[in-house]
Each structure stands twice: as C-alpha cells, then as structure tokens.
C-alpha cells in the first residue's frame, strides 16, 4: 500500500497531467480544431474558457493539496461532471471516438478519489468528531 505522501505525490502529477491532456483539447476547441467544434463556433470557445478555468483549478490544487487535501473535492467535480458527458455522448451516439476520453476522466477519477478516501478516512482510534449544531 502506498504511503500517504506517496499517494499525495502520486494525485498532485495526476492533477499536472491531467491540466496537461485536458489544455490540449482546450487548444483544439478554441482554435477549432477540436471534434465538435466547427459545427459550433461559439460554443467550442465556450467549453475552451471553461477547460481553460478546469486547467488553472487543477494546477492550483496540485500545489496547494498538500496543505488543503479539501481542495481535492473540486478535480473531483469536475472530471466527475465530465466523465458523465463522456458517458451519454458515448451512450447516444454509439460513436467510439468518445471512449478515449472516458478513459483518461475514470483513472483521473479513481486517483482523486483513493486519495481522498484514504486522506479522509478516520483513523482507527480516533473519536467520531462531534456533531454540529445549526444557528
């Protein structure tokens, strides 16, 4: 089993990575280039802003998640939200050109998450933390 440092080294290249794959195909849908792109100018610019705010989340949480491992909750939104995409554009149109990036979001996923079950995970000995109240 790796050690928790590891796995936080691990998840942090995984965040780099990752903002490294989805830049290029942020690059692909804002020069055009990118799958559905052509048939949908203002939209492809659109999903390249929105890939372009995911790449900047991911690079800042792979420096910070060291200090703040709560951080993680928000890669794991995001590519949980796109992998659902991936999911039903490969679902509706049967097209296996959708699986590569399924591919890449579940490992992603699955990274991001071990992390943040092991990081979370009450230690054996610990008391369950007390219960909040509500103003």
């Known amino acids: ?8 080294r691990i998840t942090e290249i995984a965040l780099v990575v ?5 830049g290029m195909g942020t690059v692909g849908m804002a020069t055009g280039f990118g799958r559905h792109a052509a048939g949908e100018p203002f ?13 900047i989340m991911m690079l800042f949480v ?22 659902t995409v991936s ?19 579940t490992t992603f996923l ?10 979370f995970r009450p230690s054996s000995g610990a008391a369950p933390p007390a219960p909040t109240s509500w103003p």
Do not use: W
């Open 1 to 8: 089993m790796a050690t928790p440092q590891k796995l936080r």
């Open 18 to 22: 990752n903002a490294i794959a989805h």
């Open 43 to 55: 939209m492809a610019r659109r999903a390249a802003a929105a890939g372009l705010a995911g790449i």
């Open 62 to 83: 792979s420096r910070r998640l060291a200090r703040d491992a709560a951080l993680i909750a928000l890669p794991i939104a995001f590519v949980f939200f796109n992998l």
């Open 87 to 105: 999911g039903i554009d490969l679902a509706v149109t049967g097209d296996l050109e959708n699986l590569p990036p399924a591919l890449f979001e």
């Open 110 to 119: 699955a990274i991001y998450c071990i992390f943040a079950l092991t990081e």
